[in-house]
């Protein structure tokens, strides 16, 4: 499990911030927010919230911090996205808006806004292999779906019908769906668990 000293920021720009810095915290890492440059090089791994991707991105260059994340990511930072946050992980957003950009290093394809809007939310059960039993309680709020993987990307979750709603590159991890919403921590320690490796 991580220690105090291991630090991981939560990118506070926009979306629920505050519910990952809940759970890390209670998971025993020294979570922090993370707005400027300067912070992006001080943690040992990132947590990308969801909210909207295409303000995330627009504020992360704002900010300044979008090529630092960048570059921490080709260094082999671990980073762990839940919904905005895949996108913003994702090589490839197959309908974003005119001049969005993402983070990238997952080497996926995803659709943002798959299910519809808000109205359209949902929540499931859903078997994770590598997290073990029981399944995790997913909440799916105007969430993206992964159209396609790169050889190097696994495939955690997938819904009944096979859309893949959760993967894993490397030190590099995403969902579809919010587990820092419905009390799962499980996501979180196996992140936290790349992280450490990572150190």
Do not use: W
């Amino acid at each position: 499990m991580a220690g105090s000293t291991t630090r991981v920021g939560v990118l506070a720009l926009q979306g629920d911030v505050r519910e990952h810095l809940r759970v890390l915290s209670e998971l025993g890492a020294e979570a922090m927010p993370v707005r400027r440059p300067a912070e992006v090089e001080a943690v040992d791994g990132l947590v990308i919230p969801g909210g909207e991707s295409s303000v995330i991105d627009k504020l992360s260059r704002t900010f300044g911090v979008a090529g630092s994340i960048r570059r921490r990511i080709a260094d082999g930072l671990p980073v762990y996205g839940t919904c905005a946050g895949l996108i913003m992980l994702a090589d490839r957003v197959l309908d974003g808006i005119e001049g969005q950009q993402s983070f990238g290093g997952l080497d996926v394809s995803v659709r943002r806004n798959a299910f519809g809007n808000q109205t359209r939310s949902f929540e499931t059960d859903l078997d994770v292999p590598v997290l073990g039993a029981p399944p995790v309680h997913a909440a799916f709020i105007r969430a993206p779906v992964v159209v396609d993987l790169g050889e190097q990307t696994e495939a955690l979750a997938s819904l009944e019908d096979g859309t893949v709603v959760a993967v894993q590159q490397g030190s590099l991890l995403g969902t579809s769906f919010h587990p820092e919403v419905t009390g799962e921590s499980r996501f979180h320690r196996h992140f936290l668990g790349l992280v450490a490796a990572a150190r």
